[in-house]
């Protein structure tokens, strides 16, 4: 079945820097599209990047400018450069992933078929 694995989470300070890695196994689909999202202890699982099959690159405003999403598709693997880090970027981070690369919204939850188990970061102030 497909499953995906993230890593890479951990503390880092405020300013410093961190990079995920979510790996898709078992894929049933040779086209996606995948994306990062992050949930804070009381919220809702939040968008905060995607990388469509074609290859553009979408960010939540909050992240733009300090975040980067990259792919390896011979990995099957996604990545999450963060930089610039602040204490409200703290969160479990989830990777998602969705065959439907001509439908669906980015941006949502439930547009995505597969999850990871999730990577928490903190970071101090």
């Known amino acids: 079945q497909v499953q995906l694995v993230e890593s890479g989470g951990g503390l880092a300070q405020a300013g410093g820097s961190l990079r995920l890695s979510c790996a898709a196994s078992?894929?049933?689909?040779?086209?996606?599209?995948m994306g990062w999202f992050r949930q804070a202890p009381g919220k809702e699982r939040g968008f905060v990047a995607a990388?469509?099959?074609?290859?553009?690159?979408y960010y939540a405003d909050s992240v733009k400018a300090r975040f980067t999403i990259s792919r390896d598709t011979a990995k099957n693997t996604v990545y999450l450069q963060m930089n610039s880090l602040k204490p409200e970027d703290t969160a479990v981070y989830y990777c998602g992933i969705s065959p439907r690369i001509y439908s669906g919204n980015y941006q949502l939850p439930r547009d995505y078929e597969y999850w990871g188990q999730g990577t928490q970061v903190t970071v101090s102030s």
């Open positions: 078992g894929l049933t689909f040779s086209r996606y599209r």
């Open positions: 990388i469509m099959w074609a290859g553009g690159t």
